[in-house]
């Protein structure tokens, strides 16, 4: 993982609190995918967040605790996805087996950021009173329109 850097404030966020509940990864794709779009970013770009936000939070679900939420932060260089649970740990790669069903969700993820995502400590948006762990990505928007727009919360 790429070693913390300093974010910066992102001028428009969204956030949505997850229930762990079998459709929740599909309804958060869909949402991802319809917020990029309204972005006007590549179809690439869009497909690979999408995937990557598959795998944060099928994580988050299988290795976190509740309560959970996805966010996305948006300026005019970059889009950042961040999924928060409450578990301590910190998740790292599991060795390379290519035969394991499981375990090639941060590999997937940094392959597709180029290298730019991580974990740490981070407040919840939803529950500002709670820490919890937040595992994310970054990618460039590359080129797309750098409309700003007010933050909001999504539902």
Known sequence: ???????????????????EDVRTVGQAR???????????????LIDDAVL????????????????YEL???????EIMIVVVDGSPLLPSPSPDDVSA???????????????????HPQ??????DLVGKATWFALPRQGAPGNVVPIRSGT
Request: with cysteine; net charge positive; glycine share 8%.
């Open 1 to 19: 993982m790429t070693s913390l850097r300093s974010a910066r404030r992102s001028r428009v966020q969204y956030v949505w609190p997850l229930v």
């Open 30 to 44: 869909s949402i991802i995918r319809d917020e990029l779009i309204s972005l006007t970013l590549s179809d690439d």
């Open 52 to 67: 990557m936000v598959s795998e944060l939070i099928t994580n988050a679900f299988m290795y976190g605790d509740g309560p």
């Open 71 to 77: 966010a996305l932060h948006v300026d005019a260089r």
């Open 101 to 119: 069903e499981h375990g090639r969700g941060l590999r997937i993820v940094a392959r597709l950021s180029d290298g730019f995502y991580g974990c």
């Open 123 to 128: 407040r919840y948006i939803t529950h500002p």
